[in-house]
């Protein structure tokens, strides 16, 4: 028998006994005949550890591991060893969703110091216990904003990053919600064509910093899409919060985003998390869980799921999300990470990036092979077009082992700069373009 | 050991730092004030000591599936084999950018579109997506699906979704919101689908039924060819929940039985781990026609050479990348340890567990559906209800002997459900040992029913005061005080 499975052949025999079958095969006499499968899985053979180890291995050397000047979602930040240790205690990797709180405790208290940083980040009154990703939680803001409003309109920001627009979309369309990308000014969020056509319409989503890297002054905003009975919903990726103004104080009624850049591995893009606080107001029509404080019998703190009637294992097609599963695990990552670099070390790192970051554009802008695009202030990320061949450029970078601004349109080239970076990595860069002809 | 009850903010204190760092020999920036935040975020501020002693005590307060039996029906709380861990996690695959140019990322290229091939032929489908980020992200893109195929057939009036009242909850809450409306019919005793309650509710406007099979009783739908000729008779298709596919692994094969659309919950079936509820990982999968529907990116092969594709009738994008790659990395080292030969083990013994704990109990709780079970099936309560002894105050009671309760109260078809799943990688002693236990619970519930009722006894924290919790809401460190 296979290693993960403890049946002896007498184990087996005793066990059918038991259960009054004859055969392993009597077991499935409910599976008509013709439904069957007659012939084994067309599938691989089983390795063996050692052989799987070194398939692996061989697998993940046909990848490169390098260095990354590119960010659009994604960013190459320092993970303390801590992080992955205790994320892979097996009390937290092999448990699930806390359904029996007296033996979750640990699920649960994580949770809530979780919820607990995402609302200092944000500025927030209240978070769920994660999502996804920052683009499926905008995706659900939108239908909070929709179950809240009754209106089937929503304004999204042309400023912000088109994968998380191409996500709102494919969950607007099957809803019948029409959704309005709002023209931008200089890299930034057109205020007067939002106040022109916020009427009926449900919220407004933007995005800061935005796509481009831009930190845009939001100040303002919030009283156009009130007055308009809408919800302001603002997406931020969780490291420029400890720097940048939050949603909170620019009045979002929902912040939400990713949290990778807080002690998560690239990893191809997954496993990540997002976040979605809120107003207490708007507690109700929150997607997934939250966790509350209570007690126990004998009066003892404890933590416990909370609020639960919004979820669809209670209200089932009345529900506003459909969300079970989420990224728990990464949520737990992030609140080790926030934990160990702490209020002073979670603004140096990003200060730190966005040091080197303007090190960088000040350095490309001095090889004259760039033109300004958009002068606004920027955070890690930012933009440059270039007056040479990006496609070979990305290509010469490759063989010096170093993954490149990403492309993003008419040679307009998106560079991202982490604490990683050292300032010799970033000359190399450099030293890269002033070579372009 | 001493019970451990503060949070991270409560061992805070000022001046405390818990990292170093690169600091760059660069000038500061200095950005508008308009443009930053009046105060620093109120993080802890803590050694890195106390992080790993904090998160360890934490971690101290929670069962997990190498604690012990965690029988917690249709979650298959399965071993999550540490290879899978260890090469999930190699340096070639965690530092990998998810927009790094495609001839950079061929190994994962490679995973991904195998991985998809593996399941495609467990289940008898022609391929599969791998960026839903969990089951019911999974059902949400397949229910996608069923809405992109109508439309473009201008067959728009289809926007009814049938479910059985024994579904997952998930089922009718994606569909409400794919923007279905959502047709419930009423289930057999046993659970199954019954088909006069289907035919009647069949019509031009039926886009699609939902079926778990085995459903959450542990029940095959011994109908389902007929269901499936029912459904697509009337124009609409079939969609699989894979919530419970490791039953049926090796015997039969959702494509087989007329499926249309599937998902798969990795880390049910396929071992990765649970990590306190997520992330999963809800690949969907697809017959021929529906190919063109996949949501994009798609990973395409060609002359062994890999890349993304994005198909035109796509229903879009899910993510803002491709799905839980970390995890389906660990389905694809799973899937590589059983192979063809081993594969179809997996529910055969699954099955065998589950109904020689069915069989060993069945004469002091109450079986409300005889015969074989699948991977799983349910108890309404103790056969002897004087006690007053209910399947919440068993669960409780589980608890203080060391085991995981069962999933109670679902499915709803049945008043006490307690529903039992022991997967295939528990011993016979292991079975033995529970077993017992359940029978020691039963002569309490008899003997002395208070003790039973007030459980549990020896856990950390006791019956929990759920009303408080939702009357006074305290989400987060501040609420408190």
């Known amino acids: 028998m296979h290693k993960y499975l403890p049946h002896t052949s007498q184990d087996i025999e005793e066990m059918l006994k038991v259960t009054g079958a004859n055969s392993l095969d009597d077991l499935f006499t409910s599976i008509p005949k013709k439904l069957r499968l007659t012939k084994p899985y067309q599938i691989p053979s089983a390795l063996s550890d050692h052989d799987l180890t070194k398939h692996m291995q061989n697998l993940a050397k046909q990848n490169k591991e390098l260095i990354v000047f590119r960010g659009a979602g994604a960013y190459d930040h320092y993970s303390p060893s801590i992080v992955k240790a205790l994320i892979s205690r097996q009390e937290f990797l092999t448990s699930y969703t806390p359904y029996q709180p007296e033996v979750a405790q640990g699920t649960l208290q994580y949770i809530f110091e979780y919820q607990s940083m995402v609302c200092e980040l944000t500025g927030m009154e209240v978070s769920n216990a994660s999502m996804y990703d920052g683009a499926t939680a905008t995706a659900e803001a939108m239908f909070m904003a929709f179950a809240q409003t009754g209106m089937s309109k929503v304004l999204i920001s042309s400023t912000v990053n088109p994968r998380i627009i191409d996500v709102v979309k494919t969950y607007a369309r099957y809803r019948d919600i029409e959704v309005i990308v709002t023209p931008s000014q200089d890299g930034v969020t057109d205020l007067n064509f939002i106040q022109k056509n916020m009427e009926n319409a449900m919220g407004l989503i933007v995005q800061n910093p935005n796509y481009f890297g831009i930190i845009e002054d939001y100040n303002g905003f919030s009283e156009v899409v009130h007055e308009n009975d809408g919800l302001f919903i603002m997406n931020s990726e969780g490291q420029p919060l400890s720097l940048i103004k939050t949603p909170g104080e620019y009045d979002a009624d929902i912040a939400v985003g990713d949290l990778q850049s807080f002690g998560l591995p690239l990893s191809f893009g997954g496993a990540y998390v997002g976040y979605l606080a809120t107003k207490m107001k708007y507690v109700r029509k929150m997607p997934g869980r939250i966790c509350g404080i209570t007690t126990d019998v004998d009066g003892k703190r404890a933590f416990v799921l909370t609020l639960q009637a919004r979820e669809q294992h209670i209200r089932r097609a009345k529900a506003n999300s459909n969300i079970c599963s989420n990224q728990s695990l990464m949520a737990l990552a992030v609140t080790i990470y926030l934990s160990t670099m702490g209020k002073e070390g979670t603004v140096m790192v990003a200060n730190e990036s966005m040091k080197g970051a303007h090190y960088l554009y000040q350095e490309l802008l001095k090889t004259n092979k760039f033109e300004v695009v958009y002068n606004k202030p920027f955070f890690k990320e930012f933009v440059l077009k270039a007056k040479f061949d990006v496609d070979k450029f990305e290509k010469d970078l490759l063989k010096d082992g170093i993954l490149g601004p990403l492309h993003i349109k008419d040679n307009h080239l998106l560079f991202a700069v982490t604490e990683k970076r050292s300032i010799e990595e970033i000359d190399l860069l450099v030293r890269k373009v002033v070579e372009q002809k | ?481």
């Not at chain 2, 660069?26 to 790993?52: C, H, I, Q, T, Y």
């Not at chain 2, 004087?386 to 049945?414: N, W």
């Open chain 2, 1 to 481: 050991m001493k019970y451990y009850n503060k949070l991270i903010f409560e061992i805070s204190k000022k001046g405390r730092e818990g990292f170093n760092l690169t600091k760059k020999d660069l000038p500061e920036v200095k950005l508008p004030k308009a443009l930053v935040r009046s105060n620093k975020a109120n993080l802890p501020e803590v050694s890195e000591f106390d992080v790993v002693r904090h998160y360890t005590n934490v971690s101290q307060k929670n069962f997990g599936v190498e604690t012990g039996f965690y029988p917690l029906g249709s979650c298959t709380m399965k071993y999550n084999p540490k290879i899978n861990d260890e090469l999930a996690t190699l340096s070639g695959f965690a530092n990998i950018h998810p927009l790094q140019p495609v001839e950079t990322v061929q190994g994962l290229l490679k995973i991904y579109h195998e991985t998809q091939r593996i399941l495609a032929e467990i289940s008898g489908l022609a391929a599969y997506s791998l960026n839903p980020f969990a089951g019911a992200h999974g059902e949400l893109a397949g229910l996608m699906i069923i809405q992109a195929y109508h439309d473009k057939r201008n067959d728009s009036k289809r926007n009814k979704i049938i479910i059985p009242d024994s579904a997952h909850g998930t089922n009718p809450a994606s569909a409400t919101v794919c923007g279905f409306e959502t047709v419930e019919i009423k289930s057999n005793p046993d659970g199954t689908v019954n088909l006069e309650a289907l035919k009647a509710v069949l019509n031009d406007e039926t886009a699609g039924l939902m079926l778990t099979n085995p459903n959450t009783a542990g029940v095959f739908e011994k109908d389902i060819a007929e269901i499936s000729r029912l459904v697509h008779d009337a124009g609409g298709l079939l969609y699989y929940d894979g919530a419970n596919l490791n039953a049926i692994l090796g015997k039969t094969r959702p494509g087989d039985m007329g499926f249309d659309i599937t998902h798969i919950n990795l880390h049910k079936t396929f071992s990765t781990p649970h990590g306190g509820g997520g992330p999963g990982s809800g690949p969907v999968g697809v017959c021929e026609k529906l190919l063109e529907f996949l949501p994009n990116p798609i990973v395409k092969e060609k002359d062994g050479f890999y890349y993304f594709e994005d198909s035109a009738d796509s229903i879009g994008a899910l993510g803002l990348f491709y799905g839980n790659a970390s995890v389906y990395i660990r389905a694809y080292v799973y899937l590589m340890t059983f192979g063809k030969e081993s594969m179809s083990d997996i529910g055969l013994m699954a099955v065998l567990n589950a109904n020689y704990i069915k069989e060993s109990l069945k004469d002091i709780f109450e079986l409300p559906i005889k015969g074989h079970c699948m991977h799983e099936f349910v108890f309404d309560g103790l056969k002897d209800q004087s006690t007053g002894v209910k399947t919440l105050d068993v669960a409780k009671r589980l608890l203080d002997y060391g085991y995981h309760a069962p999933t109670v109260y679902f499915p709803l078809i049945f008043s006490q459900s307690m529903m039992i799943e022991p997967t295939e990688v528990e011993s016979k002693e292991t079975l033995d040992e529970f077993i017992n236990i359940m029978r020691v619970v039963a002569q309490e519930a008899k003997d002395n029913p208070e003790l039973v009722k007030t459980a549990p006894h020896n856990t950390i924290v006791r019956r929990l005061d759920e009303a408080k919790a939702a009357r006074q809401p305290i989400v987060k460190f501040t609420d408190l005080k």
